[in-house]
């Protein structure tokens, strides 16, 4: 069972370049996440998905696309790089049950540290 | 979304006991809290949650007020592994989202 897993592990970019960050779970959970994290800062929710076929935006979702086409994947894509976008992006993934509202916890994969120039 | 305060940092001894505060004062009765930690280099770790009675895991001690307004971490016997950020978060059953503040960075002194 290896949980969440993210690749790369780190990419530079050129500005305006694209790229896909991967992001897989072995879990069988229904909810995924895509945060990034600049340094010395909170998480910041970028999107999420409650199911395949089902996603929708958090609090920072310029610049970014998702899809979820499996239970597994959950692949985040960045069109037009920009130096804004250079952060730690982490991938995570909960299981959420009706009677367990808000009680799921949440895992994460070990990060994508994305660097734009 | 309600918000929670924490201090930016904190300092313990090891093998002595840690007590991480959290001020919630908005906090609506669904709301669970939540305590992650994110060692150097890491993602975050679930620590343990509770919503209104205190709750004791394998790593640490949550305390709740009576209030809710507020609660506290408690880790009994901190090691150096157990320098990270650790972060409140309160999550509401009307949403499924959390939402990360900055957290408190413990150091922790061999």
């Known amino acids: 069972n290896a949980g969440v897993t993210q690749t790369p592990k780190f990419r530079i970019l050129k500005i305006g370049q694209s790229m896909t960050l991967q992001c897989t779970q072995d879990?069988?959970?229904?909810?995924m996440y895509w945060y990034r994290q600049d340094p010395g800062m909170g998480l910041k929710l970028i999107y999420y998905?409650?199911?395949?076929?089902?996603?929708d935006k958090g609090e920072v979702p310029n610049g970014y696309n998702v899809s979820r086409s499996t239970t597994e994947d959950f692949p985040l894509r960045l069109e037009l790089a920009a130096p804004s976008q250079t952060s730690v992006y982490f991938c995570?993934?909960?299981?959420?049950?009706?009677?367990?509202?808000?009680?799921?916890?949440?895992?994460f994969g070990p990060g994508t540290r994305l660097l734009v120039l | 979304d309600a918000k929670t305060t924490q201090p930016n940092s904190m300092e313990s001894n090891e093998e002595e006991p840690v007590h991480l505060p959290c001020n919630h004062s908005?906090?609506?009765?669904?709301?669970?809290i939540h305590w992650y930690r994110q060692l150097p280099s890491q993602g975050p770790e679930y620590v343990i949650h509770?919503?209104?009675s205190n709750v004791n895991n394998r790593m640490a001690s949550l305390a709740i007020a009576e209030d809710r307004k507020s609660s506290t971490l408690i880790l009994h016997r901190a090691t150096l592994r157990d320098a990270a950020v650790y972060y409140c978060?309160?999550?509401?059953?009307?949403?499924?989202?959390?939402?990360f503040g900055t957290g408190t960075r413990l150091k922790v002194l061999a």
């Open positions: 509770g919503l209104t």
């Open positions: 908005t906090i609506s009765g669904t709301d669970y």
């Open positions: 879990m069988n959970h229904n909810y």
């Open positions: 995570a993934s909960s299981y959420y049950t009706p009677g367990g509202r808000g009680q799921e916890t949440q895992y």
């Open positions: 998905s409650v199911g395949a076929g089902i996603t």
């Open positions: 978060i309160l999550r509401s059953s009307g949403t499924y989202k959390y939402i």
